[in-house]
C-alpha cells in the first residue's frame, strides 16, 4: 500500500475544509488506464499552527507507472495567501500545490480570497500562484474555480516576500511521472 502525504499549513487565518481528488493515467503494456482516487479529511484547517493539517492516504491496485496526474481541490473559508499545500507520493514525486498564493514584494499578504475549489494540472495555462494577474472565476462562495497549474515554488512558504517575486515553478505533478502510486 502506497502513502501519499498532503500537508495544508498556514501563517495564519483559516477555518476550512477540504476534500482531494487525484486522477492517475497510467499506462502499461501499451494500454492507458485512469484511477481515480478521494480523500476527505473534512476538517478545519487548524489557525496558526505550521503544522497544519496532514492527510496520509492508501492507495493500492494501480500495478502500474504514473503517467499523467491531475488533482482537484475543494477548499472553503479563510484567506487564500495564507495556504501551502503539497503532495509527496512514496517512491519519488513532490508537488507544491500552493504556496502562499498572491505573495510578492509588493503584497505580503497574498490574495484574500476565500478558497479554492479547481484541478491541478501541468497541462493548465495558468499558474495558480497569479491567479488574479490572468482571467479567472470565483464561484458564489468567493472559491477560485478552473483549471490551474500548480505553483510549484519549493520555498518555504515563511521567507520573504520578494523572494516570491523571482522563485521558479519547479516542483510540479511532472515528477510523479514514471513512478508507481502503490509504493512498491
Known amino acids: 500500500m502506497a502513502r501519499i502525504k498532503k500537508l495544508f499549513s498556514r501563517t495564519a487565518r483559516l477555518p476550512a475544509a477540504g476534500i482531494l481528488f487525484c486522477l492517475w493515467t497510467t499506462i502499461a503494456f501499451a494500454q ?63 508537488a507544491v500545490l500552493l504556496n502562499r498564493t498572491g505573495v510578492t514584494g509588493g503584497n505580503s499578504f497574498g490574495y484574500d480570497d476565500t478558497g479554492f475549489n479547481m484541478t491541478f494540472a501541468d497541462s493548465a495555462t495558468g499558474n495558480v500562484h497569479f491567479y488574479q494577474d490572468l482571467s479567472y472565476d470565483l464561484n458564489g462562495s468567493g472559491q477560485l474555480t478552473g483549471d490551474w497549474q500548480p505553483d510549484g515554488r519549493a520555498i518555504d512558504p515563511l521567507s520573504d516576500p520578494s523572494v516570491f517575486d523571482t522563485a521558479q515553478p519547479a516542483s510540479l505533478l511532472d515528477s510523479f511521472d514514471g513512478t508507481n502510486p502503490d509504493g512498491k
Open 32 to 94: 492507458t488506464t485512469n484511477y481515480n482516487f478521494s480523500f476527505s479529511p473534512d476538517a478545519a484547517v487548524p489557525d496558526g499552527n505550521a503544522s497544519g493539517l496532514a492527510l496520509d492516504a492508501n492507495v493500492a491496485g494501480v500495478n502500474s507507472s504514473v503517467a499523467n496526474l491531475t488533482v482537484s481541490l475543494d477548499i472553503s473559508g479563510g484567506y487564500d495567501g495564507d495556504l501551502y499545500a503539497y503532495l509527496r507520493g512514496p517512491n519519488g514525486g513532490f
